[in-house]
C-alpha cells in the first residue's frame, strides 16, 4: 500500500507541476492560506450581512461541493490522460497490469486523492484561519475544530462522488434513482422546512457543537460510504464492442453555419458517447447549482425579491463557463497535430462548443425562475446567465488556452480570473439589484467576450504546442 | 528533379535534451526517402518539425516550398502524416474518424475515398466500430487511411509498418512503391532496414540527434554492402565518437 500510494502522489504532483513549473503550483496552498487569512479579518463584518452560523454553513458546504468536483475529476481521470498524454496513463489505471486487485487500486486512488487535495486545499484554507484567531480573536480551539470538520466535509462530498461512480459502474438505472431521489429530498425537506435539512451536515453540527457521538457518526458515515463504494467497485469495463450509426455527417451538416463544425461535431460525439458530459454535468454542475441555490436562498432575506434569481443566475453563467474546461480537457492537442488544424482553430471550436452546451445553464436558469415564482425576471435572469458563461470562458480561454483545469492552479492565472470575473460580477450586482430589467445590459459583455476570446487566439497560437 | 524538402543546420532543443543537432539534408520529387536512428536518435522529432507541429531551435526547413516554423498550418493542409502515437479520437467510429478528417480537409467524396480505403487495407467490417475498440494493427491502418486519403504530394510517415501483420506490410510496401512512381514524395522513418533496403530510394542515418550519413541506396548497392551491415557500424562508430 504505501509503495503505490507514494506513487500515485508524486503522479498528480508531477502532472499539475510539469504544467507549469514546481514553484508557481507550491505556490498555490500559500495562496488559498493567504485568502482564508485574510478572509477571517472580513469574517465580523460579514457576520453582520449574513445570520450568524450561515458562514460556516457556507464554507463547509463549499468544501462538500470541492471534494465532488475534485473527485468527479480523478473519476475521468482515466480517459483524459490517456488523450492528453498518448498511452502513458495514470498508474491508476496502468496498475491493472501489476498483480494487484482492482479494488485495491481502486481503494489506493481514493485515499490518494484525499490526502493529496487535503494539503493542497483543505489545510492552507484552515490553516489561514488558525493564524488569524490570535488576531481576530476567534478561539483557537474552534479555528482548529474548523479544519477538523471542513475535512470531513471535503471528504463527504469526495465519497459521495465515489459511491455515485461505483453504484454507476453497476447500474446507470440504479445510480439515477439515487441522484434523483436525493436531489427530491433535499427539494421536498427545503420547501416544507426551510433551510434546516442543511444544518444537519454531520460536520457542521460537528462544527456548531462538538460532541464525541457527532464524531463517531460522522466518521462512521464516511467510513462506511468508503467501504461501500469500494466494495461496490468494480473494475470492468463495461463497454463492450458495440457497432454505432454514423452520427457524424449529419451534425456536421446541421451545423454548417458554424465556422468550425467538423471539430464541434466531433466533440459533441465525445462528451455524448464517452459520457463525460452527462458526469460533468451531474458533477460539475447540477449538484453544485443547487447547494449553491440553497445558500443564496439562505441569504434571501437580504435582498430585493428579484435578487436571489439574478444573483443566482450571474453565479449559474460562471459555473456554465467552466463548461469550457471540460471541453478542452477531454482532450489534447495530440490527435490534431496531423491535421491542418491550428491552436486558434480549436480554441474556436472548442468555444463554441461551450457555447452551444451553454443551452443547459441557460434551461436550468429559466426552469429555476419559473419554479422560485420569478417568471416575470426570466429574460434578464437568462440573459446574465449566457452573457456571464460566454465572458467568463473568453476570459479562461485568453488566459489558459487549452489547459484551464491544468493551469488554474497557477496562481497568478487565478487571481486574473478572479479579478476579471470579479469585477463584471460586482458591477452587474449592482445593477440588476437597481432594477431587473437593467440586468438585460449583460449581453454586452458579450463583446469583451468575444474580444477575449480573439487575443486567445493571437496569444496561443504563438505559444509552441509541444509546450501544452 | 526538384526538391520537396530542404532541411539546413536544424536544431531542437528540449531543455537539457538536444533532439535534433544541426541537421542539414534534402529530399527530391519522387523518391521514397527513409529516416534511419536507433531510439531516441530524433526521427519523430525531425518529423514534427518539418510538419510545424513543433518549432526548431535552430536552422530552418523548406517544405514543399513552405517554411516549417512560421507556415505550419498550410504545409499540414497540404501533407499527409501518420504520427508515431497512432491516436483517433476515442468515440468516433473508424467511418466517422474519416469523415472528420474529410471534413477538416475539405474532401467533397470523402465517403467513396473512405470506402475505397476499408476495401484496400481489409477492414471493412471495423467501419462502425468505435477507434478507442480497434486493435492497435487495425488503428495503424486507420491512421494510414488518414494519411493519404487526399493522395498528398508528400506523405510524412512515422514506422507506419510496425504493427501490421505480414500480409499486411507487403501490401503497404507495394502501395508505398507505387505512390512514389506518380511523382509523390514519401519521408518514412523505420527501424526495420530490411523495408528500407527494399523500398526506399535514399536515406539517411541520425545518431544522438545528429546525421551520419545521407545518400541513395544504390550507392550501397555498388559498394556491395547490405544497408543493416552499414547502419550497424555506422551507429556503432557514432556511439564511440
Ligand atoms: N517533449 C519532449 N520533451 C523532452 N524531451 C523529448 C521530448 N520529445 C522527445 N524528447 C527527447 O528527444 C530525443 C529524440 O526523441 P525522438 O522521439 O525524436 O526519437 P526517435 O528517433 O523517434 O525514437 P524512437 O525510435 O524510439 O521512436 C529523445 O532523447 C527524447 O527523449
Ligand atoms: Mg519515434
Given at each position: 500500500m504505501p509503495e503505490l500510494f507514494m506513487r500515485m502522489m508524486k503522479e498528480e504532483w508531477r502532472m499539475h507541476s510539469t504544467i507549469f513549473g514546481h514553484v508557481s503550483f507550491a505556490l498555490f496552498p500559500f495562496m488559498i492560506f493567504g485568502i482564508s487569512f485574510m478572509g477571517s479579518f472580513l469574517l465580523p463584518h460579514l457576520r453582520q450581512a449574513l445570520p450568524v452560523g450561515d458562514m460556516a454553513l457556507a464554507t463547509h458546504v463549499m468544501f462538500l461541493v470541492l471534494g465532488a468536483m475534485v473527485g468527479g475529476f480523478g473519476l475521468m481521470g482515466n480517459e483524459m490522460m490517456n488523450r492528453r498524454f498518448g498511452q502513458a496513463s495514470l498508474l491508476a489505471y496502468s496498475a491493472r497490469s501489476l498483480p494487484l486487485s482492482g479494488k485495491f487500486i481502486f481503494a489506493n486512488f481514493v485515499v490518494k486523492d484525499t490526502v493529496y487535495y487535503f494539503f493542497l486545499w483543505v489545510l492552507p484554507f484552515g490553516a489561514g484561519y488558525i493564524a488569524a484567531a490570535p488576531f481576530t480573536g476567534a478561539p483557537f480551539s474552534s479555528a482548529l475544530l474548523l479544519l477538523f470538520t471542513l475535512a470531513l466535509a471535503f471528504m463527504a462530498g469526495l465519497c459521495t462522488v465515489f459511491l455515485l461512480s461505483s453504484v454507476y459502474v453497476r447500474s446507470r438505472a440504479v445510480c439515477g434513482v439515487m441522484v434523483i431521489a436525493g436531489g427530491f429530498l433535499l427539494l421536498a425537506s427545503f420547501l416544507s422546512t426551510g433551510p434546516t435539512l442543511a444544518l444537519l451536515f454531520p460536520p457542521y453540527m460537528l462544527y456548531s457543537g462538538f460532541s464525541w457521538g457527532m464524531l463517531l457518526l460522522s466518521c462512521a458515515i464516511l467510513a462506511a460510504m468508503f467501504a461501500l463504494s469500494i466494495l461496490l467497485f468494480s473494475p470492468d469495463e463495461t463497454g463492450t464492442t458495440r457497432v454505432h450509426g454514423d452520427l457524424y455527417r449529419p451534425l456536421v451538416k446541421r451545423g454548417?453555419?458554424?465556422?468550425?463544425s467538423p471539430l464541434v461535431a466531433k466533440d459533441l460525439i465525445d462528451l455524448y458517447r464517452s459520457g463525460i458530459g452527462i458526469g460533468q454535468a451531474l458533477f460539475s454542475f447540477a449538484i453544485p447549482l443547487v447547494v449553491i441555490w440553497f445558500f443564496l436562498s439562505l441569504a434571501g432575506s437580504f435582498l430585493p425579491p428579484h435578487g436571489l434569481i439574478l444573483l443566482f443566475a450571474m453565479i449559474s453563467g460562471v459555473i456554465g463557463s467552466t463548461m469550457y474546461t471540460w471541453v478542452t480537457e477531454f482532450d489534447s492537442f495530440g490527435p490534431y497535430?496531423?491535421?491542418?488544424?491550428?491552436v486558434s482553430t480549436l480554441i474556436q471550436s472548442k468555444i463554441t462548443t461551450c457555447a452551444l452546451l451553454q443551452v443547459l445553464p441557460a434551461s436550468f436558469i429559466a426552469i429555476t425562475a419559473v419554479l422560485s415564482g420569478n417568471s416575470a425576471d426570466l429574460i434578464p435572469a437568462v440573459a446574465l446567465c449566457v452573457s456571464f458563461s460566454f465572458y467568463a470562458s473568453g476570459v479562461m480561454a485568453y488566459l489558459c488556452g487549452l489547459s484551464p483545469s491544468v493551469l488554474v492552479y497557477d496562481v497568478k492565472v487565478l487571481f486574473t480570473y478572479l479579478v476579471f470575473d470579479g469585477a463584471v460580477f460586482a458591477i452587474f450586482s449592482a445593477v440588476s439589484l437597481a432594477h431587473p430589467l437593467y440586468a438585460i445590459s449583460s449581453v454586452l459583455l458579450f463583446f469583451p467576450g468575444w474580444l477575449f476570446v480573439k487575443a486567445a487566439m493571437r496569444r496561443w497560437d504563438a505559444v509552441d504546442p509541444a509546450g501544452l | 528533379m526538384s526538391v520537396v524538402l530542404e532541411v539546413s543546420g536544424l536544431s531542437k532543443v528540449y531543455g537539457d535534451v538536444t533532439a535534433l543537432d544541426r541537421v542539414s539534408l534534402s529530399v527530391e520529387e519522387g523518391s521514397l526517402f527513409g529516416l534511419l536512428g536507433p531510439n531516441g536518435s530524433g526521427k519523430t522529432t525531425m518529423i514534427k518539425v518539418l510538419t510545424g507541429q513543433i518549432r526548431p531551435t535552430g536552422g530552418s526547413a523548406m517544405v514543399l516550398g513552405l517554411d516549417s516554423e512560421h507556415e505550419g498550418l498550410r504545409i499540414r493542409e497540404r501533407v499527409g502524416i501518420i504520427p508515431e502515437q497512432e491516436s483517433p479520437p476515442s468515440f468516433l467510429t473508424s467511418m466517422e474518424y474519416l469523415e472528420f478528417v474529410g471534413a477538416v480537409r475539405k474532401i467533397p467524396d470523402i465517403r467513396e475515398r473512405a470506402d475505397e480505403w476499408f476495401d484496400y487495407l481489409e477492414?471493412?467490417?471495423?467501419?462502425?466500430?468505435?477507434c478507442k475498440d480497434l486493435s492497435r494493427g487495425t488503428r495503424q491502418k486507420l491512421m494510414f487511411a488518414q494519411a493519404f486519403i487526399h493522395e498528398p504530394a508528400l506523405a510524412l510517415i512515422d514506422e507506419p509498418l510496425i504493427n501490421f501483420d505480414p500480409i499486411m506490410q507487403d501490401l503497404v510496401k507495394d502501395y508505398l512503391k507505387d505512390y512514389v512512381k506518380s511523382g509523390k514524395t514519401i519521408f518514412l522513418s523505420t527501424h526495420i532496414l530490411e523495408v528500407a533496403e527494399e523500398i526506399c530510394s535514399s536515406f539517411a542515418v541520425l545518431h544522438r540527434g545528429r546525421l551520419l550519413h545521407s545518400g541513395p541506396v544504390a550507392d550501397l548497392a555498388e559498394k556491395g554492402v547490405h544497408l543493416s551491415g552499414f547502419f550497424l557500424s555506422l551507429v556503432r562508430k557514432g556511439g564511440h565518437a
Amino acid at each position: 500500500m504505501p509503495e503505490l500510494f507514494m506513487r500515485m502522489m508524486k503522479e498528480e504532483w508531477r502532472m499539475h507541476s510539469t504544467i507549469f513549473g514546481h514553484v508557481s503550483f507550491a505556490l498555490f496552498p500559500f495562496m488559498i492560506f493567504g485568502i482564508s487569512f485574510m478572509g477571517s479579518f472580513l469574517l465580523p463584518h460579514l457576520r453582520q450581512a449574513l445570520p450568524v452560523g450561515d458562514m460556516a454553513l457556507a464554507t463547509h458546504v463549499m468544501f462538500l461541493v470541492l471534494g465532488a468536483m475534485v473527485g468527479g475529476f480523478g473519476l475521468m481521470g482515466n480517459e483524459m490522460m490517456n488523450r492528453r498524454f498518448g498511452q502513458a496513463s495514470l498508474l491508476a489505471y496502468s496498475a491493472r497490469s501489476l498483480p494487484l486487485s482492482g479494488k485495491f487500486i481502486f481503494a489506493n486512488f481514493v485515499v490518494k486523492d484525499t490526502v493529496y487535495y487535503f494539503f493542497l486545499w483543505v489545510l492552507p484554507f484552515g490553516a489561514g484561519y488558525i493564524a488569524a484567531a490570535p488576531f481576530t480573536g476567534a478561539p483557537f480551539s474552534s479555528a482548529l475544530l474548523l479544519l477538523f470538520t471542513l475535512a470531513l466535509a471535503f471528504m463527504a462530498g469526495l465519497c459521495t462522488v465515489f459511491l455515485l461512480s461505483s453504484v454507476y459502474v453497476r447500474s446507470r438505472a440504479v445510480c439515477g434513482v439515487m441522484v434523483i431521489a436525493g436531489g427530491f429530498l433535499l427539494l421536498a425537506s427545503f420547501l416544507s422546512t426551510g433551510p434546516t435539512l442543511a444544518l444537519l451536515f454531520p460536520p457542521y453540527m460537528l462544527y456548531s457543537g462538538f460532541s464525541w457521538g457527532m464524531l463517531l457518526l460522522s466518521c462512521a458515515i464516511l467510513a462506511a460510504m468508503f467501504a461501500l463504494s469500494i466494495l461496490l467497485f468494480s473494475p470492468d469495463e463495461t463497454g463492450t464492442t458495440r457497432v454505432h450509426g454514423d452520427l457524424y455527417r449529419p451534425l456536421v451538416k446541421r451545423g454548417t453555419f458554424l465556422q468550425q463544425s467538423p471539430l464541434v461535431a466531433k466533440d459533441l460525439i465525445d462528451l455524448y458517447r464517452s459520457g463525460i458530459g452527462i458526469g460533468q454535468a451531474l458533477f460539475s454542475f447540477a449538484i453544485p447549482l443547487v447547494v449553491i441555490w440553497f445558500f443564496l436562498s439562505l441569504a434571501g432575506s437580504f435582498l430585493p425579491p428579484h435578487g436571489l434569481i439574478l444573483l443566482f443566475a450571474m453565479i449559474s453563467g460562471v459555473i456554465g463557463s467552466t463548461m469550457y474546461t471540460w471541453v478542452t480537457e477531454f482532450d489534447s492537442f495530440g490527435p490534431y497535430a496531423c491535421l491542418p488544424v491550428s491552436v486558434s482553430t480549436l480554441i474556436q471550436s472548442k468555444i463554441t462548443t461551450c457555447a452551444l452546451l451553454q443551452v443547459l445553464p441557460a434551461s436550468f436558469i429559466a426552469i429555476t425562475a419559473v419554479l422560485s415564482g420569478n417568471s416575470a425576471d426570466l429574460i434578464p435572469a437568462v440573459a446574465l446567465c449566457v452573457s456571464f458563461s460566454f465572458y467568463a470562458s473568453g476570459v479562461m480561454a485568453y488566459l489558459c488556452g487549452l489547459s484551464p483545469s491544468v493551469l488554474v492552479y497557477d496562481v497568478k492565472v487565478l487571481f486574473t480570473y478572479l479579478v476579471f470575473d470579479g469585477a463584471v460580477f460586482a458591477i452587474f450586482s449592482a445593477v440588476s439589484l437597481a432594477h431587473p430589467l437593467y440586468a438585460i445590459s449583460s449581453v454586452l459583455l458579450f463583446f469583451p467576450g468575444w474580444l477575449f476570446v480573439k487575443a486567445a487566439m493571437r496569444r496561443w497560437d504563438a505559444v509552441d504546442p509541444a509546450g501544452l | 528533379m526538384s526538391v520537396v524538402l530542404e532541411v539546413s543546420g536544424l536544431s531542437k532543443v528540449y531543455g537539457d535534451v538536444t533532439a535534433l543537432d544541426r541537421v542539414s539534408l534534402s529530399v527530391e520529387e519522387g523518391s521514397l526517402f527513409g529516416l534511419l536512428g536507433p531510439n531516441g536518435s530524433g526521427k519523430t522529432t525531425m518529423i514534427k518539425v518539418l510538419t510545424g507541429q513543433i518549432r526548431p531551435t535552430g536552422g530552418s526547413a523548406m517544405v514543399l516550398g513552405l517554411d516549417s516554423e512560421h507556415e505550419g498550418l498550410r504545409i499540414r493542409e497540404r501533407v499527409g502524416i501518420i504520427p508515431e502515437q497512432e491516436s483517433p479520437p476515442s468515440f468516433l467510429t473508424s467511418m466517422e474518424y474519416l469523415e472528420f478528417v474529410g471534413a477538416v480537409r475539405k474532401i467533397p467524396d470523402i465517403r467513396e475515398r473512405a470506402d475505397e480505403w476499408f476495401d484496400y487495407l481489409e477492414f471493412g467490417d471495423k467501419k462502425n466500430v468505435l477507434c478507442k475498440d480497434l486493435s492497435r494493427g487495425t488503428r495503424q491502418k486507420l491512421m494510414f487511411a488518414q494519411a493519404f486519403i487526399h493522395e498528398p504530394a508528400l506523405a510524412l510517415i512515422d514506422e507506419p509498418l510496425i504493427n501490421f501483420d505480414p500480409i499486411m506490410q507487403d501490401l503497404v510496401k507495394d502501395y508505398l512503391k507505387d505512390y512514389v512512381k506518380s511523382g509523390k514524395t514519401i519521408f518514412l522513418s523505420t527501424h526495420i532496414l530490411e523495408v528500407a533496403e527494399e523500398i526506399c530510394s535514399s536515406f539517411a542515418v541520425l545518431h544522438r540527434g545528429r546525421l551520419l550519413h545521407s545518400g541513395p541506396v544504390a550507392d550501397l548497392a555498388e559498394k556491395g554492402v547490405h544497408l543493416s551491415g552499414f547502419f550497424l557500424s555506422l551507429v556503432r562508430k557514432g556511439g564511440h565518437a
